[in-house]
């Protein structure tokens, strides 16, 4: 059965029916998060009984998640397509990582490899849309809305013509061509399940057309922080993925610091909670990664806002960043994405265009991985997080890619 016991406010702390199909918080338009029952997911599961790591995907951790695959009741609400349960490549031999002393490890969350789940659209988003998808159905909702810099909404509608819904999807018009064409020969296959919107230049204009033309139509949004923390619950499994035992041990472990790249923003939330819930339930201490958000230099407001000492972003204008899962000009969650990266003692950084294309490019030629731009990012980073003593020899560090290189074609195909 599911454990979860709330909704909660992230600014407010009010807490709410997690029956209610909420938006944001009505006290303070802030996000809301779900609250697992812990004291009695302890008493009635002792022991990790609820961890089934012979299931090769996300849901392999079960009643910790907020939804069970293993009790009927809720599994029948999922929509699984294997998400989940990625990889961590070795990448110490990465020429910075070596020169450095790291131990660097990079999360896979675009190619699919033997042994492991598939994220369907090659995309992180894959662990978001799964809860989405499996929550919408719990609460009965039929149509769904998502403003989108790309792979959210081909993963939304993946999820969608699998689950049983109909869906709207606004984006930019110059989504990378595969991520866009995705969505658009699913709205021309099955123009009665899907509609796609183009409008730009951010998702920020996205957000607004859904607001001002769908939700009056009785779309429920999904945008990023708007659904009641059901993404945060599903992207809450990457940072489980980090922290499980390797295959023969039993101790849970999480890494010296993680290197994020951060638009929105509730991957950050997600690992941070997972790992909150952990050590209540007595799996880990209280020692946490330094969380090493990175951003374009085109599109930097958590940079900019962690440098000032700021509370929260302040929005910025449209970047132009190969990186497009990076362009996000402010964000509803910032506030609490800079509050976990200094309780975490870590920092936000930019990094350059040419940088990122530069180790895209040298990434593909020398390791023959399919990363995203946004995983480039991360490894782009590495130089200075090294000089500022953010990552320090010896250390475990963890590198997201969260996405193939695949989907972002034919412009960046001059860097393979």
């Not at 029948?76 to 397509?81: A, C, E, K, N, Q």
């Not at 929005?315 to 975490?344: E, K």
Request: hydrophobic fraction near 40%; include cysteine; charged fraction near 25%.
């Amino acid at each position: 059965m599911s454990y979860v016991r709330c909704l909660r406010g992230l600014g407010s702390g009010i807490e709410y029916s997690a029956d209610r199909p909420m938006n944001l918080d009505p006290a303070d338009g802030r996000p809301v998060e779900m609250v697992l029952d812990l004291e009695r997911l302890t008493a009635e599961r002792p022991n990790a009984t609820w961890y089934d790591p012979s299931r090769q995907d996300m849901w392999r951790f079960g009643a910790l998640m907020a939804l069970d695959a293993s009790d009927p009741e809720d599994a029948r609400h999922l929509v699984p397509l294997g998400e989940g349960h990625t990889p961590l490549l070795d990448y110490a031999a990465h020429p910075v990582a070596r020169s450095g002393g790291l131990r660097l490890q990079l999360k896979e969350e675009g190619k699919a490899h033997p042994g492991f789940g598939a994220n369907p659209t090659q995309s992180f988003k894959d662990r978001g849309m799964a809860m989405v998808a499996a929550q919408a159905r719990r609460l009965g909702l039929s149509k769904l809305a998502v403003p989108t810099q790309g792979n959210a909404g081909d993963s939304l509608v993946r999820y969608a013509l699998a689950g049983g819904f109909s869906v709207v999807v606004a984006m930019p018009d110059d989504t990378p061509m595969p991520i866009l064409g995705n969505v658009a020969a699913a709205a021309l296959r099955r123009p009665d399940r899907v509609k796609l919107e183009l409008v730009g230049p951010t998702i920020r204009e996205a957000g607004a057309l859904l607001k001002e033309k769908y939700i009056p139509q009785g779309y429920f949004s999904v945008a990023t922080f708007q659904e009641p923390g059901w993404r945060i619950e599903g992207k809450k499994s990457l940072g489980l993925e980090l922290a499980e035992p390797a295959p023969g041990d039993t101790r849970w472990s999480l890494p010296d610091a993680v290197i994020y790249p951060t638009g929105g923003g509730t991957g950050v939330l997600g690992m941070w909670k997972a790992w909150d819930e952990l050590e209540a339930l007595g799996l880990i201490g209280h020692a946490r990664p330094r969380m090493l958000c990175v951003q374009s230099e085109a599109t930097p407001p958590l940079v900019r806002a962690f440098e000032t000492g700021a509370d929260d972003t302040t929005a910025l204008p449209a970047g132009d960043t190969l990186a497009t899962g990076l362009n996000v000009p402010g964000g509803i969650g910032h506030f609490r994405v800079l509050q976990i990266i200094r309780a975490s003692g870590g920092a936000a950084v930019a990094v350059a265009e040419d940088d990122i294309a530069r180790e895209l490019s040298r990434t593909w030629r020398e390791m023959r991985d399919w990363i995203s731009p946004e995983g480039a990012a991360c490894l782009a980073a590495l130089p200075q997080l090294l000089d500022r003593g953010l990552v320090r020899r010896g250390e475990r560090v963890v590198a997201v890619n969260t996405g193939s290189a695949e989907k972002y074609l034919p412009a960046l195909r001059h860097l393979l």
